[in-house]
């Protein structure tokens, strides 16, 4: 497999439900980052790590939390989350953190909370 | 707070014109500016990237920076239908490290 992999594509939950969201990619990048994409917003960053160490946070409810085992995985688990935090949520990675990197996205999960 | 300003559009132009997409933003010292084309239903996809003042041509899409005016722009030459999609103008924020902000896309209609 190439590029950025999240699985799964399509998640449906309900509020009292823990899930996780899993994020792999095989281009040997060293940062890796959690967006959510919400209709008519711009992408929101959620969290930044590079070289496995979490580096932004940025003010992401508890209800959301991330892990890095390595530099190619990143999970979002999550827990008791609440109706507007339906959305799309996109999994990147660049080479590192300097500023001329760009992102490279996965095709995201699509999750819809009841 | 940072912004990255787009027209939401649509932005309608016939099949085999020029669409010209433009984005601003706030941070004066931003450093690295790019363009990603985001289908329905699909992630965002890098298809420019600029980080000096003036043109970048790849194929039939021109990058086009100037810093003074804190402005970045899109050009697509001979627009087809496939080209229709949400455009993405993103920028690195200064501070010697990445966090790029995003704008709301500006969303393309080629006409055929």
């Known amino acids: 497999e190439t590029g950025v992999t999240q699985t799964p594509r399509h998640l449906v939950m309900g509020m009292t439900n823990k899930k996780s969201l899993k994020c792999e990619q095989h281009l040997g990048h060293n940062a890796m980052y959690w967006y959510k994409q919400s209709a008519k917003k711009p992408l929101e960053l959620m969290f930044v790590?590079?070289?496995?160490?979490?580096?932004e946070n940025n003010s992401v409810p508890s209800r959301f939390s991330p892990e890095c085992p390595n530099s190619s995985h990143l999970f979002l688990h999550l827990h008791t989350l609440q109706p507007e935090d339906s959305a799309l949520y996109l999994c990147a990675s660049s080479q590192d953190m300097g500023t001329n990197q760009p992102q490279h996205f996965g095709d995201g999960t699509r999750l819809s909370i009841l | 707070q940072k912004e990255v300003e787009q027209n939401s559009g649509p932005l309608s132009v016939p099949e085999g014109a020029i669409a010209s997409l433009n984005c601003t933003y706030s941070?004066?010292?931003?450093?690295?500016f790019f363009w990603y084309r985001q289908y329905s239903g699909k992630s965002p996809e890098l298809i420019m990237s600029?980080?000096?003042?003036g043109d970048k041509e790849d194929g039939r899409f021109t990058a086009q920076l100037n810093k003074a005016s804190q402005y970045v722009s899109l050009l697509i030459r001979d627009s087809q239908p496939s080209d229709s999609a949400t455009y993405l103008c993103?920028?690195?924020?200064?501070?010697?490290?990445?966090?790029?902000?995003f704008g709301t896309g500006t969303k393309l209609q080629v006409i055929p």
């Open positions: 941070d004066r010292g931003s450093q690295s």
């Open positions: 600029i980080y000096s003042n």
């Open positions: 993103a920028v690195t924020e200064s501070g010697g490290y990445q966090k790029v902000t």
């Open positions: 790590y590079n070289f496995k160490e979490q580096t």
